[in-house]
């Protein structure tokens, strides 16, 4: 009992925002409905601000969703660069969360279009704080939206990648498809499908393994098709802003060779290696996949050494003093 009471204390700690810092509910214009996201400000006046952008699916604007990701890994980062006297805005995505009135339907959505929140963001943003420009941190599928974002330049100050894809997605989802073992009887369907997506054309799912319709159902065909076309090395190249790329060496799903990738693409960009960091970026055990699993729910295990670290050395590095 007394470990339970003690475990739950720290949990508590956690979950309060820094010292000095203060949170804010902030709003951006969507399509049809407003956007929401959490502003957190250190004390400090003048303090270069983050839009951190999320990953995948019905990912919120801490880190979290309701398949089991409770790592809480964007509330954390946030928390952790107000200490380093650095602002953050982490948002939910239009159409899901707070941000539900944005669209309609949050399957009808595309990377350009969370782009083009990226912008409305780093707008209001500016105006709020005064700041001539913003950062990009995006997550997983958010460093493609980041990417993306980088080709209108005006209004951000630089993009940080954290755990981006660096290949074409359709290879990623092929690697992660045939990294599972039990996935042996689906591959067959999973590939033909993935196939017929790149080239543009939709799939009939009547008669698909049910294991499969998550990923294929018709409703995000459309996106599916969208994301599979973008070749983000191709991307990288284009990118004239300061670009700092942090991978995790534990990641099971974006590899080093990903952010290799990225980084060979824009000779400019900065790239950080974390040894024992996973895709939540979660310091994990080598060669231990329960515990790198087990992270994904867990909100007081701390973020990885040296991320937060590699962030803000090279935000402070590129912001003018003020």
């Known amino acids: 009992m007394r470990r339970l009471a003690v475990s739950m204390l720290l949990a508590m700690a956690l979950s309060q925002p820094s010292p000095g810092a203060e949170a804010t509910t902030v709003h951006a214009p969507g399509p049809y409905g407003r956007l929401e996201g959490t502003l957190l400000s250190p004390a400090r006046t003048g ?39 650095i602002a953050s805005v982490r948002i939910d995505r239009r159409g899901m969360f707070a941000s539900h009135a944005a669209v309609p339907d949050a399957d009808d959505v595309r990377i350009a279009d ?85 080239v543009g054309k939709k799939v009939d799912t009547t008669g698909m393994h049910p294991a499969l319709l998550p990923l294929f159902r018709p409703s995000v065909q459309a996106f599916m098709i969208d994301i599979l076309s973008y070749d983000p090395p191709k991307l990288s ?52 996949q329960a515990a790198n699993l087990r992270s994904y729910a867990d909100p007081a295990l701390p973020l990885a050494m040296g991320l937060v670290d590699a962030i803000a050395s090279f935000v402070a590095a590129q912001s003018p003093a003020r």
């Open 47 to 85: 303090a270069p601000v983050a839009l951190i952008v999320p990953g995948s699916g019905p990912t919120d604007r801490d880190g979290n969703n309701p398949y089991g990701v409770k790592s809480a890994t964007y509330r954390l980062l946030a928390e952790a660069l107000a200490e380093r006297g």
């Open 237 to 288: 190249a284009e990118v004239h802003l300061p670009m700092l790329i942090v991978q995790g060496k534990r990641d099971t799903q974006v590899l080093v060779e990903d952010a290799e990738r990225l980084a060979k693409a824009n000779p400019s960009a900065k790239l950080v290696l974390l040894d024992d960091a996973n895709h939540v970026l979660k310091d994990v055990p080598a060669n231990d």
């Open 114 to 198: 969370y782009a083009t929140d990226v912008h409305v963001w780093a707008g209001v943003i500016r105006e709020r704080t005064g700041n001539g420009c913003v950062w990009v941190a995006g997550h997983s599928e958010g460093g493609l939206v980041g990417l993306v974002a980088a080709r209108k330049p005006d209004g951000l100050c630089g993009l940080v990648l954290l755990a981006a894809p660096g290949r074409r997605l359709g290879d990623v989802l092929r690697k992660q498809l045939r990294d599972n073992p039990a996935n042996e009887p689906l591959l067959p369907q999973a590939m033909a499908a993935i196939d017929s997506l790149e």
